[in-house]
């Protein structure tokens, strides 16, 4: 099984307070895997170390490695180009709001002077295709990226991270903030990506870890407490703290 | 009916009447500029220049035109500057110690007396070509421009939810092309009415052009030459004590009124629609 | 709607229900090994039927369980098993009432039973040692359990060797061949019982003969 990506005893201060502790895993490529845990646990800060955000923070402070096809995200590599490979989709969708359908979809490329017409529209028409768009906003794509839905806004958000064609794809609580039917689609959506990316998803519901994801992992208090196939940690985790999580019986 | 409810009803009276009792002095001065401007206006008003000191007839037009190139040159050197600085601050200014220092200075500068900013302009420049020059006049008025229009960059992409930023960072754009291309184009708003209030302002500023671009009877012969304008034509014609020229320099306070009051109209109207940022 | 706890509880209240039916044919088929009493069948039917609807009660619980809550690890395991459990308890009740049901068709007044009886004592008593096992999640008694099917299996053998040396009347013969038979798988789904215990308990599947 090979992976994609790897962390290897990362750890993650906010100025003395540490929040990430010597955890370990590895992504299989082409796979979804959650990582879950109670509030407060550091899951967050965990997959902002992923793409370099966690430095933007003052104060921030990173240990570690985390490697991308083997190269070391940190040392090896420029943090632009860093979160070109691994792109990010956030718990509230953040469509540009200057911007049209059209163009929030091709702004990593349009910002960067892709001027092609014929290359941008066919980018835009393939990702909204990918995330189940098209047919829904097709006929008037330069409406403002602010007008549509909040599950059509992710869906946006979504296509816009694909059309930089990203290698793995970071989702922070994707669908936390929408309906069940949105999120339904989203994470029918999630399936599907897989097979062109990787896929690292944080969510605090483990029903949904359970239902979309092929491996989870378990933080707890800045510590990876478990990590494994979804099926055998939901069905039987090796961690009592495990256990009592996914039971339910702490939150 | 009790003390309490007295007290209630003698405190709405009162705020209520200062109140309305403000827009009083400005309904006047309106009425006043149109009835004293409105003989004024005529087409020979708008395009001819001045007749000598004692004809009737002529106009101000080289002194709209004077006003007009005064403020360009203004905006050209102004409002970049202040732009540049807003975004500084807002994007760039990590250090708590700069942002301070920049920040002290430009509110500073802000309440300078503009007859003091007049005075400095006449001082570096005026004395040293050894004439009145329009030049002078465009650099004292971009330094009153600067205060305002960095003020309304910098807020205007502070109110750029962190959230936007991130969503361009995640994409992996470099710094210059989020602040330009995303968080200013956002902000766009906030600047365009920032620079035009301060058009506005400077469209009534008159202690400066006094002591750099003083006035002409001519129509502007260049930049680096004295040149025409409405405030200072007001001040010459309003004190010349002959009844033409009053009767001119209401008209050409009625004039300038009036581009003052549409540009804030303007800049209300552009507000209510964009609302947001 | 009820919470995880609520659903165990009321699960395990079915099961052991089903349990006082099989003691209560137990009693039948002891009177049937004993006195060689007939005519049970028409109750021991009866209380079949019974058992196999609180089969049915058990079934239904846990799919409502799993619709409502969504159950992961231990308590996945532990609804996931109970049906199984309480198939094996459905099973045994048929067994029982089987035995009553051979006996309906020979008059067993000659007959020697002994053996019979002694190896339906045993199954007995496994059947109540594994269900115990599973209501107390006890994992040391599952497994310990599992082992003592050798000697049940052994018991059987000679009752089938003494048989088959025809000292026996030819109704008696396969009476008690039939009923040693019933018995002996009675005793292998105490053993699968217990093997539930072992996978509710730990998470391990086993297959055992």
């Known amino acids: 099984m090979y992976h994609k990506l790897e962390v290897k005893n990362l750890s993650a201060w906010f100025n003395e307070k540490q929040v990430l502790k010597d955890v370990s895993i590895s992504f299989p490529s082409n796979n979804v895997t959650a990582i879950i845990g109670p509030s407060g646990c550091g899951k967050t800060t965990f997959i902002r170390c992923l793409n370099r955000m966690h430095e933007l923070v ?37 469509p540009f709001p200057n911007m049209s359908i059209f163009e929030n979809v091709v702004a990593g490329l349009k910002l960067l002077g892709v001027r092609d017409k014929k290359v941008l529209s066919e980018r835009v028409e393939t990702k909204l295709k990918e995330v189940g768009l098209w047919e829904e906003v097709k006929d008037d794509l330069r409406k403002s990226g602010a007008m549509l839905s909040g599950g059509q806004q992710q869906r946006l ?95 | 009916m009790d003390s309490r409810k007295a007290k209630e009803l003698l405190v709405r009276a009162v705020t209520t009447f200062v109140s309305l009792s403000v827009a009083i002095p400005l309904l006047w001065i309106v009425a006043d500029v149109v009835i004293k401007g409105l003989p004024a206006i005529n087409f020979e008003f708008f395009t001819s220049l001045p007749a000598p000191f004692g004809e009737t007839g002529g106009g101000v037009a080289n002194a709209v035109l004077g006003t007009l190139v005064i403020n360009a040159m203004s905006s050209l050197i102004g409002i970049p500057l202040g732009v540049l600085t807003g975004i500084y601050q807002s994007e760039y200014s990590g250090d708590k110690r700069i942002y301070s220092l920049i920040r002290t200075s430009i509110d500073s500068l802000a309440g300078v007396p503009s007859i003091i900013l007049g005075l400095f302009a006449f001082t570096i420049i005026v004395m040293r070509v050894g004439h009145y020059t329009a030049l002078a006049a465009a650099f004292a008025l971009a330094l009153i421009m600067i205060p305002p229009v960095s003020k309304a960059t910098e807020e205007g ?121 | 709607m009820m919470i995880v706890q609520e659903y165990l509880e009321k699960i395990n209240a079915l099961l052991i229900e089903m349990n006082e039916v099989i003691l209560t044919l137990g009693d039948y088929v002891e009177d049937v090994l004993k006195d060689k009493r007939g005519g049970l069948l028409p109750l021991t039917t009866e209380l079949c039927r019974a058992a196999q609807m609180k089969e ?40 029982l009432r089987n035995i009553t049901e051979v006996a309906e068709e020979f008059s067993l007044a000659d007959c020697e039973t002994g053996r019979t009886l002694s190896l339906y004592r045993e199954a007995e008593e496994m059947v109540q040692v594994a269900l115990r096992s599973y209501l107390q999640r006890d994992l040391k008694t599952a497994r310990d359990l599992i082992k003592a099917d050798e000697s049940i299996d052994q018991k059987y053998r000679e009752i089938l060797r003494d048989l088959a040396t025809g000292r026996h009347s030819g109704a008696c013969i396969l009476f008690n061949g039939l009923a040693a038979r019933i018995i002996e798988r009675m005793a292998d789904h105490a053993c699968y019982l217990a093997n539930e215990t072992i996978y509710m308990v730990t998470g391990e599947r086993r297959i055992i003969d």
């Open chain 2, 157 to 277: 992409m502070r109110s750029v939810p962190i959230e936007i930023r991130e969503a361009a960072i995640a994409l992996g754009l470099p710094k210059w092309v989020i602040t330009l291309k995303v968080v200013f184009s956002i902000a766009k708003g906030s600047v365009i009415t920032g620079s035009l209030l301060s058009f506005a302002r400077i469209s009534g500023e008159t202690a400066p052009l006094l002591f750099t671009s003083l006035f002409s009877y001519y129509w502007p012969a260049g930049i680096n030459e004295p040149m025409a304008s409405l405030q200072v034509l007001i001040y010459n014609y309003a004190m010349s004590g002959f009844g033409e020229w009053v009767t001119k320099a209401w008209g050409a306070s009625l004039l300038l009124l009036l581009i003052v009051l549409m540009i804030n109209t303007l800049v209300r109207a552009v507000s209510k629609n964009k609302g947001g940022y």
């Open chain 1, 157 to 251: 958000c979504i296509a816009r991270a694909l059309a930089v064609d990203p290698e793995v794809l970071l989702m922070d609580e994707p669908t936390s903030s929408l309906d069940p039917a949105s999120t339904a689609k989203i994470e029918s959506l999630i399936r599907e990506l897989k097979e062109k990316t990787t896929i690292v998803i944080i969510t605090h519901n483990v029903q949904q870890a359970a239902r979309i994801s092929d491996f989870t992992g378990f933080l707890y208090l800045g510590s990876l407490v478990e990590f494994g196939e979804t099926k055998k940690i939901f069905e039987s985790p090796k961690n009592p703290l495990t256990e009592r999580y996914v039971t339910g019986r702490f939150g």
């Open chain 1, 58 to 94: 003052p104060g921030a402070r990173v240990q570690g490695k985390v490697l991308l096809d083997g190269r070391d995200v940190y040392r090896d590599m420029d943090a632009m180009e860093v979160r070109r490979k691994v792109g990010m989709v956030f718990q509230k969708p953040n």
């Open chain 3, 56 to 95: 049915e009660k058990v079934q239904e619980t846990c799919i409502e369980s799993l619709i409502r809550l969504q159950p992961f690890a231990g308590d996945l395991r532990t609804i996931a098993t109970s049906m199984k459990v309480a198939y094996h308890l459905s099973r045994i009740c048929r067994y």
